[in-house]
């Protein structure tokens, strides 16, 4: 049976909850493969190679590229003697072999399904596994995800709707059961964040910043640079669907109504 071990890098914060995640994956009988070993972190290294230890690992491989997951990547996979897996080069990533939705990777007895799913970013892949699923950052535990292109990420969530998916094992925070009730909630919180932007513009909002003011008064300011980057995700996908006009400088402007 296949056994799944976290490792909590050390690198708590605003954007990273408790700390990046690292999981273990090993078939049962001793193949094992690396997910999103965090950032450059020469004790968070050690921890791995003595956890390996016993092990026989084939392969480090990324959600994506961003700092808090892959950077130890490529030095990790290097002192295993093993190659780097990811979707495409990026800061601090080099990817050995690329991966793509489709693409598997056996590990051992075992076999782990790529799905790409962009949104969080446009490089960001969820690994599936038998019915369990490592959701990097696209799904994350106890914390709202920053999201690039809101539209491709609604289409990433509803994409592992009904799968049969039965636990998210997430890039940072807790596990999670249930898995399609989770996924309707970050649906229907995007739906509920969309329209409540929406009617910031109607009430006179007409950039990012007054948005998030108003739109996230609830949330810590230290995280405002992020929902600031979210907004912008909203405001791109209300201008593709007609709701809004933003100029080249992203001002905001509704247009007439056309009837
Ligand atoms: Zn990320």
Redesign the pocket.
């Known amino acids: 049976m296949m056994r799944i071990e976290r490792i909590l890098a050390n690198n708590p914060g605003p954007f990273t909850g408790p700390g990046t995640n690292t999981w273990l994956l090993d078939d049962g009988s001793g193949t094992a493969v690396v997910i999103d070993p965090g950032p450059i972190d020469r004790s968070h290294m050690d921890r791995l190679l003595e956890r390996l230890g016993g092990l026989q690992p084939i392969a480090v491989v990324v959600t ?1 590229t ?1 700092p ?2 892959a950077p130890l990547a490529n030095p990790l996979a290097r002192e295993l003697e093993i190659p780097a897996y990811g979707h495409s080069p990026g800061p601090g990533f080099d990817p050995d072999s690329r991966l793509v939705d489709g693409s598997t990777l056996d590990v051992g007895q075992i076999r782990l399904e790529v799905i790409h799913t962009p949104g ?2 446009d490089d960001h892949l969820c690994f599936r596994v038998e019915d369990v699923l490592f959701t990097g ?1 696209h799904i994350m535990g106890g914390s709202s995800v920053m999201v690039e292109d809101m539209g491709r990420y609604l289409d990433s969530l509803t994409r592992l709707k009904d799968t049969g998916l039965n636990r998210l094992h997430p890039g940072h925070g807790e596990e999670m059961e249930d898995p399609d009730r989770v996924i309707d909630w970050y649906i229907a919180h995007r739906r509920q964040r969309h329209e409540q932007i929406f009617e910031a513009i109607q009430a006179g909002a007409r950039s990012a910043s007054e948005i998030v003011g108003r739109v996230y008064a609830d949330v810590d300011r230290s995280l405002h640079p992020l929902a600031a980057r979210s907004v912008e995700a909203h405001l791109t996908l209300l201008r593709d669907q007609g709701r809004i006009a933003l100029s080249t400088d992203r001002t905001i402007s509704v247009p007439p109504d056309p009837s």
Do not use: E, K, N, Q
Request: charged share 30%; glycine share 0%; no cysteine.
């Open positions: 994506h961003h808090d997951h969080h970013a950052d």
